[in-house]
């Protein structure tokens, strides 16, 4: 299975919103509406942040946001602050009841 | 809350094995509702899923890894364990222990333990 295509880096300033884009396959992010998004700061365990394609868990702003279009899943940060400057990481439920990441994405907030 | 935390020898000799534990509190795993996950960060990549392994020891393991990996499970102690044979530099990683439900979502996860592979 290959990872999922992330872009290296986006950027954007406080008050902002950005979009990260993941990209799988029919294999992966196209068969099922299972898609994850991680945040994760240096030196800390990776936070669940949107699962299920959209769904957000307990605790997380309603600035974040996910989505998914035929192959490609998205995240989407509204209104930056200075502490969403982390790493960012997709995942998606194979059909080989397998999981897959993405590249992963460092988000600057400028 | 459930809370996982890994536990290991930080430094493995090229070619030995690498042995690893994620133990389990805060709730049961000894249930049906989640699968209990490896994740690895090797330096300067992404993040790699291992595998996972149920209540039953029933086990998955990502089919592009080099060397296939051992999962076991001990519900008496709350816990479950990773096993690499014959490691590499290229093996060299944090690792993190994680809970996942029906699909990819990993909900809890351990603070992650670096493991060296030195020559």
């Known amino acids: 299975q290959s990872a999922l295509t992330q872009p290296a880096s986006v950027s954007g300033s406080p008050g902002q919103s950005i979009t990260i884009s993941c990209t799988g396959t029919n294999s992966d992010i196209g068969f099922y509406n299972f898609v994850s998004w991680y945040q994760c700061h240096p030196g800390k365990a990776p936070k669940l942040i949107i699962y299920d394609v959209s769904s957000r868990p307990s605790g997380i702003s309603n600035r974040f946001s996910g989505s998914k279009s035929g192959n490609t899943a998205s995240l989407t940060i509204s209104g930056l602050h200075p502490d969403d400057e982390a790493h960012y990481y997709c995942c998606s439920y194979t059909m080989s009841s397998t999981a897959v990441f993405g590249g992963g994405t460092q988000l600057t907030v400028l | 809350q459930v809370q996982l935390e890994e536990s290991g020898p930080g430094l493995v000799k090229a070619s030995q094995t690498l042995s690893l534990s994620c133990t389990v509190s805060?709730?049961?795993?000894?249930?049906?509702?989640?699968?209990w996950n490896w994740i690895r960060q090797r330096p300067g990549r992404g993040l790699e899923w291992i595998g996972n392994?149920?209540?039953?020891?029933?086990?998955l393991y990502n089919p592009s890894l080099k060397s296939l990996p051992t999962m076991s499970i001990d519900t008496s102690k709350n816990q479950f364990s990773l096993m690499l044979n014959s490691v590499t530099a290229a093996d060299t990683a944090v690792y993190y222990c994680a809970r996942s439900d029906y699909g990819v979502s990993f909900d809890s996860w351990g603070q992650g333990l670096l493991v060296i592979v030195s020559s």
């Open positions: 392994i149920l209540y039953s020891g029933e086990t």
């Open positions: 805060g709730g049961s795993i000894d249930t049906t509702a989640y699968f």
